[in-house]
């Protein structure tokens, strides 16, 4: 026992360390548990499914970095000429079966294996910015927005109370209520809100947030088209593109300039800043998650390779944490056959 107590020691250091990176100490304890037994609770999460963007489709192709890349990281990602991706699109409902026009927020995660052995996973959203600036904010929003049993309606009295003490929350809802929405998945922009750190073969470092920007023409819908589309339209507009030929995005990023809000992911960078692409991302085949490639990845945002480093940012570190939970969860689900049954294309398990 003796032997053991400073192996546990350590652990509960690197823990406390973590917690405390998190931000997950004080401001009512939350904790990633928390957050997603919240999720659990909320809509109409089934059983084996992602505790947070549910529906989704894998995808598999190439990422080609460009020179400028390798100038500005050296990781091995921006010197090794192509890289296998294996990915997934996902829409921001916990329900597995939402229709594809509900939500305005559509996400993107990949998975980057260099021939070194690193492994670098990136994960985006289709809105410029967070909806708020810690961890706690957001639970407080997404907790006031949840109906109440009584009347089948959020509280406006709760909503307005988190609003006056977290007033950067009503930007995220005037852009998610006139943001326009493509009718594609394959000309949606996704943004890393978070910052991350650059560090080049010298040294030097920068801090960027980086961008998948498409190459096909953004086309809105309008309301009469959303109302009348398909729930699967993205998915099968996606395969139906994918047949025509591959879809391509560009990986650009925004270099933060001194006073930029490096740990705040609710604050967009001006359009101002020095930008610099980083690569090419080419998708070239998809499938259903239930058998797809990205099934049993978990997309956390901070399996980093060398020389790209997370910044302090609470809510990059709350993602992690989160992300950890849910896909532990939903493992455990499926090992124990509680599964939902996969109903279409989409609604398929993990």
């Known amino acids: 026992m003796l032997l053991l107590l400073p192996i546990a020691l350590i652990l509960a250091v690197l823990a406390a360390l973590f917690a405390w990176v998190g931000g997950w100490f004080g401001n009512h304890n939350l904790t990633p548990q928390k957050m997603m037994d919240f999720a659990e609770t909320s809509g109409k999460q089934a059983a084996g499914f992602r505790r947070a963007h549910s529906k989704g489709v894998c995808f598999a192709g190439t990422f080609a970095p460009t020179p400028e890349a390798a100038k500005l990281s050296k990781a091995r990602a921006f010197s090794q000429p192509s890289i296998a991706v294996i990915g997934r699109f996902s829409a921001s409902s916990n329900n597995p079966y939402a229709p594809d026009g509900a939500s305005p927020v559509r996400g993107m995660a990949v998975q980057l294996k260099t021939d070194d052995g690193q492994d670098w996973r990136i994960a985006m959203n289709s809105f410029p910015f967070f909806a708020a600036a810690t961890p706690q904010a957001f639970q407080a929003m997404n907790e006031a927005g949840k109906p109440d049993p009584a009347t089948g309606k959020p509280d406006p009295a709760k909503m307005k109370a988190v609003l006056a003490a977290n007033p950067e929350i009503a930007a995220f809802q005037a852009w998610a209520k006139s943001a326009p929405r493509s009718d594609s998945l394959g000309s949606t922009r996704f943004n890393g809100v978070n910052a991350f750190?650059?560090?080049?073969?010298?040294?030097?470092?920068?801090m960027v947030r980086w961008s998948m920007r498409p190459r096909a023409p953004f086309v809105a819908m309008t309301p009469d088209q959303l109302k009348a589309a398909s729930p699967d339209f993205l998915i099968e507009d996606l395969n139906r593109r994918l047949a025509a030929g591959p879809l391509v995005w560009?990986?650009?990023v925004q270099i933060?300039?001194?006073g930029d809000p490096i740990t705040d992911p609710s604050k967009a960078w001006p359009d101002t800043r020095q930008e610099a692409t980083l690569g090419t991302l080419t998708l070239a085949h998809a499938e259903p998650q239930a058998t797809g490639p990205c099934r049993d990845?978990?997309?956390?945002?901070?399996?980093l390779p060398t020389g790209i480093a997370a910044s302090d940012d609470p809510v990059l570190h709350?993602?992690?944490a989160a992300y950890s939970v849910s896909f532990n969860r939903r493992e455990r689900?499926?090992?124990?056959g509680k599964t939902a049954q996969p109903i279409g294309q989409t609604g398929s398990a993990r």
């Open 318 to 320: 709350a993602r992690s």
């Open 333 to 336: 689900e499926i090992s124990q």
């Open 256 to 258: 933060a300039a001194p």
């Open 297 to 303: 990845i978990n997309f956390d945002p901070l399996i």
């Open 197 to 206: 750190r650059l560090t080049d073969a010298q040294g030097a470092d920068r």
């Open 250 to 252: 560009d990986m650009v």
